[in-house]
């Protein structure tokens, strides 16, 4: 008989930085670039907010060695 194999999916959650209460997910979204999804998180224990940001793919960098989506948060 073949045992069930654990499939490894992605977490969609997230620890909130200030009390560690598990946030399901963000307030929202949004696609910075190509590569680059940013989210807001906020936390319904304490009210602390704050983002992340989620990088498809191989990341590419540009002659200052910063990435796309550091470069669509500075324009």
Do not use: K
């Amino acid at each position: 008989m073949l045992e069930a194999e654990t499939i490894a999916r992605p977490s969609y959650t997230a620890p909130c930085a200030q009390c560690g209460d598990v946030l399901i997910a963000p307030e929202w979204s949004e696609h910075v670039s190509e590569r680059c999804i940013r989210h807001l998180w906020s936390c319904e224990a304490c009210g602390h907010e704050f983002e992340t940001a989620v990088y498809l793919g191989h990341g590419r960098h540009n002659a200052a060695g910063r990435d796309s989506c550091e470069l669509a948060a500075e324009s």
